[in-house]
């Protein structure tokens, strides 16, 4: 199994920016591709976006488009989720997932420790 790794959040207000990490084995983004999950108190986990392994399918939920950007770095083997105008709504615990594709199915159920994000005045 793979083990991934979150990082970077933290608490800011509304409008402001945090950019998140995944670390990765080394290796693995050349044959995954990650995608980033959260998960609200009280509520079920949602995909929020992820990147293929080749780049070339890149997905946003509804919800961030247009404010928060994934992007990678094979050499680091990181995927970072940038988010911008951060909103209370954004609030939850982030997760990070290898799957089979972008969008597509996890390739495993395991979930690491996440990484916190509260927006709030």
């Known amino acids: 199994q793979v083990k991934l790794v979150e990082s970077g959040g933290g608490a800011v207000q509304p409008g402001g920016s945090l950019r998140l990490s995944c670390t990765a084995p080394?290796?693995?983004?050349?044959?995954?591709?990650i995608g980033w999950f959260r998960q609200a108190p009280g509520k079920e986990r949602e995909g929020v976006s992820c990147?293929?392994?080749?780049?070339?399918?890149?997905y946003y939920a509804d919800y961030v488009q247009g404010r928060f950007t994934i992007s990678r770095d094979i050499l680091k083997s990181i995927v970072y989720l940038e988010m911008t105008n951060l909103q209370p709504e954004d609030t939850a615990v982030y997760y990070c997932?290898?799957?089979?594709?972008?969008?597509?199915?996890?390739?495993?159920?395991?979930w690491g420790q996440g990484t916190q994000v509260t927006v709030s005045s």
């Open positions: 990147i293929d392994r080749t780049e070339r399918s890149i």
């Open positions: 080394e290796g693995t983004l050349q044959h995954h591709a």
């Open positions: 997932g290898t799957q089979y594709d972008c969008p597509g199915p996890l390739t495993q159920e395991r």
